[in-house]
């Protein structure tokens, strides 16, 4: 080893240990050399490593708190359905929309879809707003004024199947991160054309090419939205930090409800003896007696009415149910893992053991409806009774249906923390 040589590394060594003086190197202060072999980073020699300042805020997120819970039916099971017993499950933290997704928002996933795509695509994205029509029952106006009539435009979108509800997640990531790329400091992602080479005005290629590209290992794009899986949505539901202690590593309280108490009325304050959610109340009755009405809304409402649970959520009980990421199986609590649980496609209980053939029955068993593409949705809504409010309950339904009381709303993983 010459002497120049010698003097580089013993500057590298001598900048190293200055730098450890400061404390142990960071995702967002990683320093300016690596810790394992003294090499300079973002140098011809070295690798590339982006300034970081944490995962970019996704647009209607808020942040939930993982920990340990335990999931389940909390009140009696009285569909006899046995399908959600308890058990102690560990959720890693997540984000999750503050309200479900709602009519103004599908219209501008529409706008974007028209203009961006085929016809053929966009009629896939199209509600089935027939979902309101009855043949008993004059729903009529609903099925052409509720999701275009601006005054339904934050009441959440219905007649949304699960596979619709997916390609909504799809395309609220792409366009997400493509906002994130036009904003991002220097500009662009470096392409030419597509969803993220979209070049800002006045640039040229030369200029574009110095600058930052949208990447993973760049840490500025989001992950993707998606459907929540049951045990997240479940968990957030519960909403049990608002119950803990501080420095109390014991549970020590549960809910029936996404709120304190055994009822669904409020039993605080000026709103005392109003309801806490939008469910039905009994055989005929949806909102109360003119003059008086409790809960105010016959059928959806406004997505931030009723107040939100302790993680700031709304709605995590009536209005409409919600589709979540799992396919449905009745013994999903015993066969799924303790952490982050989630039920995919068929495993370990694949579907060749429902029967579904339309003669089962009259073989003396029954017709399943159980195969590998229905899925799970939760949370009761404005034509349920206040049983489904519970979190722990479930039901199912085909992957292509839809129906006036059932929406969505989005989740993302916590990127770069175990926590």
């Not at 010459?2 to 960071?26: E, H, I, W």
């Not at 009855?134 to 934050?154: H, M, Q, T």
Request: charged residues 25%.
């Amino acid at each position: 080893m010459n002497f120049s040589q010698y003097l580089r590394y013993a500057v590298v060594g001598a900048c190293f240990l200055a730098a450890c003086k400061s404390g142990p190197p960071t995702a967002t202060k990683p320093g300016k050399y690596s810790s394992t072999t003294g090499i300079e980073y973002n140098t011809e020699e070295g690798m590339m490593v982006a300034d970081y300042k944490g995962i970019p805020e996704g647009p209607g997120l808020v942040f939930i708190e993982g920990g340990r819970t335990v999931l389940g039916s909390q009140e009696e099971d009285v569909t006899m359905n046995h399908d959600n017993i308890e058990r102690t499950v560990t959720i890693a933290s997540f984000f999750m929309d503050e309200a479900e997704v709602a009519n103004i928002h599908w219209l501008e996933y529409m706008h974007y879809v028209r203009k961006d795509s085929s016809d053929e695509i966009y009629q896939r994205a199209l509600p089935d707003t027939t979902v309101w029509a009855r043949e008993l029952s004059f729903n009529d106006p609903y099925v052409d004024y509720y999701l275009r009539y601006p005054g339904f435009r934050y009441f959440p979108v219905v007649g949304v199947s699960w596979l619709q509800a997916n390609d909504y997640c799809t395309w609220r990531t792409a366009k997400v991160n493509e906002t994130l790329a036009a904003n991002s400091e220097g500009g662009s992602s470096g392409g030419g054309g597509g969803l993220f080479g979209k070049k800002k005005k006045g640039t040229t290629p030369d200029a574009d090419a110095d600058k930052p590209k949208i990447a993973i290992e760049n840490g500025n794009t989001l992950p993707n939205y998606r459907l929540p899986t049951e045990a997240e949505w479940e968990y957030a539901a519960q909403a049990l930090i608002g119950t803990q202690e501080v420095g109390n590593e014991n549970q020590e309280n549960k809910r029936i409800y996404p709120w304190d108490g055994r009822q669904a009325r409020n039993p605080y304050g000026k709103k005392m003896g109003q309801f806490l959610a939008n469910f039905k109340r009994g055989r005929g009755d949806y909102a109360g007696i003119a003059g008086s009405l409790n809960d105010g809304a016959m059928i959806t409402e406004y997505i931030y009415a009723y107040p939100p649970n302790d993680y700031g959520l709304y709605n995590m009980a009536g209005n409409v149910n919600e589709w979540v990421q799992d396919i449905y199986r009745p013994l999903s609590f015993e066969d799924v893992e303790d952490l982050n649980p989630f039920r995919r496609n068929g495993f370990l209980d694949p579907k060749e053991g429902y029967d579904k053939s339309p003669n089962s029955a009259g073989k003396g068993g029954y017709q399943s409806l159980i195969d590998d593409h229905v899925r799970v949705f939760k949370g009761g809504s404005w034509r349920d009774v206040a049983y489904w409010l519970s979190p722990g309950t479930r039901r199912f339904m085909a992957e292509d249906s839809s129906t006036a009381a059932i929406g969505f709303r989005c989740a993302m993983i916590n990127a770069g923390s175990n926590k």
